[in-house]
């Protein structure tokens, strides 16, 4: 899933990665999900907006599905993409809300507050979103170190941390990590630090803001130039260590910031659909484009003038996100009303509907504006490789094997011919006896003819059968995953051909002999073959044994062989931390637990980030003696996704997924019951 950028306009295939022309950045873009996000006006008085696409049903109304969002718009330094997700999330819940076959009878309504991509201010912004009513059946959310902080308070993300499944996968890889560090606003020590250390090649994750000053630092510390590799996140803008240097205070000129950004590295998602086929939507991507800017024009963007707002990039994410959750939506309500009961009634103590729900989500596919669902719409195709599709090819296979054989007998049948040898003397002595020695040939008159016509065809399915193990080399799909099998049992068996062959054409007179290297041969190549592609198999079902059991969260997706160990590490956690809720909740009441988890995610955060606890602590405070200590969140529960993008912070940073999560009970913000899987 890896494209090369070479720049804005002109995203192609997948040439390896190289150092940048130069000053330019080269971009290698990885797939990336979505973010959503949502105006930060028309403040209602339940702390949250109103809704997106005008005249709507009141939010208690039956016909109305709510869902939460907590997006980026304002503030400085983050990412404050939804600046452009959020004409991209209108347009979609208008389109969503004007499909009559989709959602028959409901309309969705997104309740969001602006993050300010603050991890605190997201914090809060969670914290209202969940005591106050109406429930969300769904939370969203954008920017990754608000991602993160959400996971955090709210226990039950479990997302993958980028810096940390980075250092998982050097582990692996046998790269050494020299070191890890953070800043919160100066890099000059970190920076220094990795100079002591002498690291050379750095990896660099964070927000542009924070991106210019350690490019600035780094080249006031000499840490550039061809001794050093740098790798930045890849959506920044292209001249982004140029901008905003007096704004921003940045001790560098131009050409400095140019001389130290030359030759770095840098890592972007693919994120607009390439094709121009129609969508799911009706619209082809160039529609939505266009659509979108005559929005961000009326929004007073200046777009024709390549003057875009942030997010732009991502908009058509954010898009796809609100179909994905409508057709999501959907497809549980369909099941639902056959069982008589509504989404609307939902709550998340029904393991039974939110498996439903984790379900609907894991198998809804479309194409959409975005790589994402473009993507998906190719994919794991590529799974819909049917079960009787492999049968026809095998029993062709065989057909082909009858035919030749059949043809062999009738056409020119195996006889057994006698080949004589020279008289002998005996080997006991008398001088009155020969002896004649005979060998028996069991062979048809054209036997050379009928053997090259077999070895020719099962060598092109020799040779066949290594193109696609070659092929498939780096497919991680579970179903096709055989190819490094296949292709070493292939190896095998030519290699065994090769010896063989000439080996029994020179003992062929030798008939003992000659049976039992074949027979050998034959018996060590067929257990050899099978044992590489069946032991696998038999490990597996050892290490994995729910795995059957299991796969109903996920009926058509084929996982990775990672993903599924990421799931069954998270069904785990999951076990762990339902005992953990369980154990805690008897201890605490409401309100104690929302504070102590959010307490102690911020502990370990910044002396910012406390500052903002001191507030929310207030906040809840205030709450507290507003209702006379019985406010509790919502008594339904509540299902959490979040669609965030795989960069972040030094400190802090998300990995990409979809991931849902049921309350388990009204308890707190924080006390979720994971139940499913990453995409
Ligand atoms: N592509 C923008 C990602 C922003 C973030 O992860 O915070």
Redesign the pocket.
């Known amino acids: 899933m890896v494209r090369i950028k070479w720049d804005n306009k002109n995203i192609g295939s997948s040439p390896p990665v190289r150092r940048s022309p130069p000053v330019k950045s080269q971009t290698v873009k990885f797939h ?1 999900v979505v ?1 959503l996000v949502r105006k930060l006006s028309a403040i209602s008085d339940d702390g949250c907006d109103s809704p997106i696409g005008g005249s709507l049903p009141p939010d208690d109304a039956d016909n109305v599905l709510h869902i939460g969002g907590i997006f980026p718009i304002a503030g400085e330094g ?2 404050q ?1 939804g600046q452009a997700c959020m004409p991209a999330v209108n347009l979609a819940l208008d389109d969503v809300n004007h499909e009559k076959n989709l959602l028959p009878g409901f309309i969705l309504k997104l309740h969001s507050n602006d993050s300010e ?1 603050e991890p605190g201010l997201g914090a809060s912004v969670m914290y209202n979103l969940l005591y106050y009513k109406p429930h969300k059946l769904m939370l969203l959310a ?4 608000v991602c993160t902080t959400v996971a955090e308070a709210a226990k039950m993300w479990n997302l993958v941390v980028t810096v940390e499944d980075l250092e998982a996968r050097c582990k692996e890889a046998g790269i050494e990590i020299v070191t890890r560090q953070s800043f919160l606003s100066d890099p000059s020590d970190a920076v220094r630090n990795l100079r002591r250390q002498d690291a050379r090649i750095i990896v660099g994750l964070f ?1 542009v803001v924070a991106a210019r000053r350690v490019l600035c630092e780094l080249y006031q510390q000499k840490l550039y130039g061809k001794s050093y590799v740098w790798f930045f996140i890849g ?1 920044y803008e292209d001249n982004w260590f140029e901008v905003n240097l007096d704004k921003e205070a940045i001790a560098c000129t131009k050409d400095q910031m140019r001389l130290a950004a030359e030759g770095h590295l840098t890592t972007e ?1 693919l994120m607009w659909n390439q094709n121009n086929d129609t969508t799911i939507s009706g619209m082809t991507s160039e529609d939505f484009r266009q659509r979108l800017n005559k929005m961000l024009k009326e929004d007073g963007y200046d777009i024709d003038n390549n003057r875009y707002p942030e997010g732009y ?2 908009a058509p994410l954010a898009y796809d996100a609100v179909w994905s959750v409508a057709l999501a939506f959907n497809k549980t309500m369909e099941k639902l009303s056959k069982q008589g009961k509504s989404l609307k009634n939902f709550t998340y103590t029904d393991k039974e509907i939110a498996d439903e729900i984790y379900s609907a989500i894991n198998s809804t596919q479309f194409l959409g504006v975005s790589l994402f669902m473009a993507k998906q719409k190719v994919s794991s195709i590529q799974k819909k490789v049917q079960p009787w599709k492999l049968y026809t090819m095998v029993s062709g296979l065989l057909v082909m094997d009858i035919v030749l054989l059949v043809s062999w007998q009738v056409l020119d049948p195996l006889q057994r011919k006698i080949e004589t040898f020279p008289l002998e003397l005996s080997p006991f002595g008398d001088d009155d006896a020969r002896i004649r020695p005979e060998l028996e040939h069991c062979e048809s008159i054209h036997n050379n003819i009928w053997l090259g016509l077999i070895y020719s065809y099962k060598g092109l399915i020799l040779v066949f059968g290594l193109f696609l193990a070659y092929e498939t080399r780096s497919i991680k799909v579970k179903q096709i995953n055989d190819s490094r099998y296949v292709g070493m049992s292939i190896y095998n068996v030519v290699v065994l051909c090769l010896i063989t062959a000439p080996v029994t054409m020179v003992i062929a007179s030798q008939q003992d002999a000659s049976f039992a290297f074949v027979a050998l041969a034959i018996i060590f190549c067929c257990f050899l073959s099978m044992a590489l592609i069946f032991v696998p198999k038999v490990i597996e079902v050892i290490r994995h044994p729910k795995d059957k059991a299991e796969s109903k969260y996920n009926p058509d997706v084929g996982m990775s062989k990672e993903d599924e160990e990421k799931y069954q590490k998270l069904l785990s956690e999951n076990d762990e931390l339902q005992k953990l809720i369980a154990a805690v909740r008897k201890h605490f009441s409401v309100e104690d637990k929302i504070k102590l988890k959010i307490i102690s995610y911020h502990e370990k955060t910044s002396f910012q980030k406390e500052e903002k606890i001191k507030l929310l602590k207030q906040t809840l405070a205030e709450r507290d003696a507003l209702k006379g200590g019985s406010g509790n969140v919502p008594k339904d529960s509540l299902i959490v996704a979040d669609f ?5 912070t030094s400190d802090s940073a ?1 990995g990409g997924g979809i991931s849902v999560y049921t309350q388990s009970s009204r308890a707190s913000a924080s006390d979720f019951e994971f139940s499913g899987s990453y995409l």
Do not use: P, R
Not at 142 to 145: L, Q, V
Not at 644 to 648: A, H, W
């Open positions: 990336e973010i983050g990412w993409g991509c954008g920017c990754s170190t927000y959506w998602a990039q991502e965030v993008t795989g960069e972040g998300i």
